[in-house]
């Protein structure tokens, strides 16, 4: 995991070779589920509370396109409600997105690729003891994710709002949870991030 870290490093500061290029700082709330799916017993999902913030370089392409580099903290994950308990799983990544902008006027729409290293998981939940906290935690195993996203900005001066909304492309887990029962309650290799993020910048140009 040092040596992704590195590397998103490495690649954004390379940057600063390429002229017109902007420096922003960016942060803000969002929303995140965890998506399963050939799961034996029926989970139900819900949405939690996310944050991010970052830095973002835009290198200008030409009058019609821009491309962007951010360096980005953020979590992720969501609430899983079984019968009669529930856990929430939040992931803790550091991500590299990188994406192309269409330019119409003051708006900006584009696509891009988040791939993240995951720093921490961390699960809560109701009638949880320890060992089934870390049998939870243990099963979210995989500390890469890459996510697509659609992108949508408005900028006004040196500020912008930005929306993205993503799909992780990688499972989230590894091994079988199952109950006391021997039942599976999540199978292995399944779960997908869902997210969405609100963003509030400023460029330094």
């Known amino acids: ?60 392409i030409n009058n019609t396109f821009d491309l962007l580099l951010d360096l980005q903290w953020s979590n992720k994950g969501g609430k899983l409600i079984f019968e009669n308990s529930y856990s929430t799983v939040n992931f803790s990544y550091l991500s590299l997105p990188i994406y192309l902008n269409y330019k119409l006027n003051q708006f900006r729409f584009g696509f891009g690729v988040d791939p993240s290293v995951k720093l921490y998981t961390r699960v809560n939940g109701l009638f949880l003891d320890a060992k089934q906290i870390a049998l939870f935690e243990n099963t979210f195993s995989n500390n890469v994710d890459i996510s697509l996203f659609t992108n949508q900005t ?52």
């Open 1 to 60: 995991m040092k040596y992704l870290i590195s590397i998103f490093l490495i690649l954004f500061f390379l940057q600063t070779s390429f002229a017109q290029n902007s420096i922003a700082i960016k942060g803000g709330i969002g929303t995140s589920m965890i998506y399963f799916k050939n799961s034996n017993r029926k989970i139900d999902l819900d949405f939690i509370a996310t944050q991010h913030f970052g830095i973002s370089k835009k290198i200008a």
């Open 154 to 205: 408005f900028e006004w001066r040196n500020f912008f709002i930005e929306n993205r909304i993503g799909l992780g492309l990688l499972p989230l887990t590894n091994n079988n949870i199952t109950d006391e029962n021997g039942q599976d309650l999540l199978v292995s290799k399944t779960g997908k991030n869902i997210w969405l993020q609100l963003s509030l910048g400023y460029f330094f140009r």
